[in-house]
C-alpha cells in the first residue's frame, strides 16, 4: 500500500511559478512510475507529467511542455512538479499517482494510488 500526500498549492498571478511535491510513504517507492494529473472544474481529469521509477525518462502534455518540469528523489520518496510560467487555464486540482503497472502512463488507467490533490489557482 502506498499513500500519496501533495502540497505546494495556492494562488498566484499569471506568469508566476509554483513547485508542487508528492511525498509517498511505503516501500518501493523507487520503483513506481509517477504521474500528475490535473481536474478543472466542470472539465475531466488530464494528464500533466509522468516520470520513470528511475528518473531517467519524462514526458509531458503538449499544454505545460517547457513550462512545467517533473522530478524526483527517491531518497527522499518524493516528486516535484515545477510550474513556471502559469496560466489562467492551469487553474486546477492537481493529483499525483503512483504505477507499479507497464502502461500509457498518460492515462489514469495504470496508476495504482492516488492522492487527494492540491487546488493550483492563477489569476490573471
Known amino acids: 500500500q502506498v499513500q500519496l500526500v501533495e502540497s505546494g498549492g495556492g494562488l498566484v498571478q499569471a506568469g508566476g511559478s509554483l513547485r508542487l511535491s508528492c511525498a509517498a510513504s511505503?516501500?518501493?517507492?523507487?520503483?513506481?512510475?509517477m504521474g500528475w494529473f490535473r481536474q478543472a472544474p466542470g472539465k475531466e481529469r488530464e494528464f500533466v507529467a509522468y516520470?520513470?521509477?528511475?528518473?531517467?525518462?519524462?514526458y509531458y502534455a503538449d499544454s505545460v511542455k517547457g513550462r512545467f518540469t517533473v522530478s524526483r528523489d527517491n531518497a527522499k520518496n518524493t516528486v516535484y512538479l515545477q510550474m513556471n510560467g502559469l496560466k489562467p487555464e492551469d487553474t486546477a486540482v492537481y493529483y499525483c499517482?503512483?504505477?507499479?503497472?507497464?502502461?500509457?502512463?498518460?492515462?489514469?488507467?495504470?496508476?495504482?494510488?492516488w492522492g487527494q490533490g492540491t487546488q493550483v489557482t492563477v489569476s490573471s
Open positions: 499517482a503512483a504505477s507499479v503497472k507497464s502502461g500509457s502512463y498518460y492515462q489514469a488507467d495504470p496508476y495504482d494510488y
Open positions: 511505503g516501500r518501493a517507492f523507487s520503483g513506481y512510475t
Open positions: 516520470i520513470f521509477w528511475g528518473g531517467g525518462k519524462t
